[in-house]
Structures are given as C-alpha cells and as structure tokens.
C-alpha cells in the first residue's frame, strides 16, 4: 500500500542565548591567547555564556516560546518534541521531557538526539518524515547546547570556541513542492576520537581520577576536524541539493554551522556561492553546537535575509563524526 505524502515545512522560529558575553578580550586576562590571535583563526568576537545554575531546558523554553509565537500556533497542538543536544539537564530524564511540561505541550511525545553539532538538522530530518507521512501535523524541533559546562578554559586552543544558546523551530505540513525539500544524513565512527568528552559515560563513569584529570571536558584534534568539515560540508550540501534537482547555483542562501568563519568561508568558495549568499554570525556566538543552525535560521528569518520561496540550504558536521544537510523552499514569510 502505497503512501500518498505531503509536504512538510518550517511554520515559525526562534532562539535564545543568556544575556552574559564573553569577549575575547575577557579571555585574554586568564588564558595565553590575544584578540587578533582568536579572530584571525575563528572569526570570533564574543560568546554567550550561561549563569550559573541555568540548564539546557531553560534556554530551549525561551527558544520555543518564541518559535511558537512565530508560528502562531499553541503548544497544546505540538504532537511531538525533538530536542537535539549533548548538554542535557541530566543524564535522564530527557530535555524534551522537561520542555514538554514547561510550555504546556500536554501529551505531546518527546525525546533527545544527540549527533553532535549536526543534531538539529538530524531531528529535522526525522521529523520531516512525520508531518509527511501525516503521522503528526505539529513537530518542536529544538537545539540547545550549553557547552560553557564542557569547556575546559585552561586549554587555550579549545576554551575560545565555544558558546551556549538554543534555537527552534515548528514544523508543519505545506504544500507538496515546498518546505523541506531533501536531507542528507551521514556518520563516520572512525573518527570519533577527534572530538570527544571521554568521561562521564559506561566506559568511564565519573570518578576522583577522572575529575583530577579533567576528563570531562572537550578534547579535539582541531587541524583533522577543519579538514573534515570542509570537505563534508561542500558534499553534503551538493547531495542534498541533487536530491531535488537543484546546483549551489540555485541557493538564495546558505546557512552552515557556525563554528569556524575559515571552514565556512573555504565550503563557500569551493561550492561558489557568492558570499552575500552566506549567512554568518559566528563572530557573535562562537560555536553552539546543535543550537547554531537553528540560531542562525531564526535571526535569518527574522531580519528578512530569507523571502517565501527562496532556496535553503542549511548543513552542519559534528562529533561522531556526524554531517547533515537540508534543502528547503522557504514558505513562512520573514517576520
């Protein structure tokens, strides 16, 4: 038996990042690292850090409330929740979980995803499959990472990198022919040692030593993950655009991960896409992980970068290693 399926696109967005900044300038008072040195290799000014005792649940609520209102549509009618993050409030229960009953979404089922910084377009991706099967017609995609919590800030080569924040978006059925248009989801194991928190899990659960050694922190191998990430960047992105007979010459804007302004520019010039094309805003947030391509679509979005009808390209890559693109045709009109 056949399924007749349905388009599914993106009704609404939002985000949230804690009111506290970082500047390079703060770090250059406790850690061997200068301004010119940070922004010549990252392309990043500042980062947004959460107070102490905030969670990822916090940040997501704000970023859904505001993705609701964006939709407008209440969360009584969200079917289901997909949290993307490597930074849950707990080991268990899941975010979702804890988000599900902070904004109402009464009997809404909810779980987490964890690829890495590739997570959100992985639980787009997954909830596409929903809304078009008409198994659900309202799916929370959300990305939230609190990565400050991970971030070992004596470890001058990684410390500058990263920041904390949350973006979502609603989800809906749309015309056929429109919205999400095609996804590309990838992994490769091999290299899940270049990126890691080694501690805190079955193999090393938390101990004296492990602490003493800070063995929970991030550890990665930076010069093998840029190469990684350009290359995957430029196919993932081609893939998901040949899935619906589309070139980079057909994208009105391109949106990748934010966490490198070298790996974004290097993925732009090598599919040829005019830079007024790319969306940036690593400069102002550092690399928040699953929430950076949700964050980056909103304030697109909402700024008016992305018009009914334009071509979308979002993509990211992650610890894992992990990859994930989309192709969309924008139907929501900017905000």
Request: negative net charge; charged residues 20%.
């Amino acid at each position: 038996m056949s399924i007749e399926l349905r388009g599914a696109g993106i009704l609404g967005t939002g985000s949230y990042t804690p009111e506290k900044i970082l500047t390079n300038f703060d770090f250059e008072k406790f850690v061997d690292t200068t301004d010119e040195w940070i922004v010549t290799r990252t392309g990043i000014r500042q980062r947004h850090i959460a107070e102490e005792g905030m969670a990822a649940s916090d940040l997501a609520c704000n970023a859904a409330t505001r993705a609701l209102e964006s939709a407008g549509i209440g969360a009584e009618k969200i079917d289901l929740i997909i949290c993307a993050t490597i930074t849950g409030d707990m080991p268990f229960p899941s975010t979702s979980c804890i988000l599900q009953n902070r904004i109402g979404a009464v009997g809404a089922g909810a779980f987490d995803l964890q690829a890495g910084c590739s997570g959100w377009v992985y639980a787009l991706t997954v909830a596409t499959q929903f809304i078009k099967t008409g198994i659900y017609n309202h799916i929370l995609v959300v990305g939230v990472d609190v990565l400050s919590r991970l971030t070992d800030f004596t470890d001058r080569s990684t410390c500058v990198l990263f920041g904390d924040g949350a973006g979502a978006a609603v989800l809906g059925p749309v015309a056929k022919g429109e919205g999400v248009l095609a996804t590309c989801l990838g992994a490769d194991g091999s290299g899940a040692e270049l990126l890691k928190v080694e501690a805190g899990g079955s193999r090393l659960p938390a101990s004296e030593e492990t602490v003493k050694n800070r063995r929970h922190y991030i550890k990665m191998e930076g010069r093998e993950v840029y190469k990684f990430a350009v290359k995957i960047m430029v196919e993932a992105s081609i893939k998901a655009l040949g899935e619906c007979s589309l070139t980079p010459e057909d994208v009105d804007l391109f949106i990748p991960h934010q966490a490198n302004e070298r790996i974004i520019d290097a993925a732009r010039d090598r599919l040829k896409i005019p830079a007024e094309k790319v969306f940036k805003n690593v400069a102002n947030y550092g690399n928040t992980s699953a929430a950076s391509i949700p964050i980056a679509l909103d304030e697109a979005h909402r700024s008016g970068r992305i018009k009914a009808g334009d071509v979308v390209v979002a993509v990211g890559f992650g610890a894992g290693l992990t990859w994930a693109s989309a192709a969309l045709k924008w139907v929501v009109p900017a905000k």
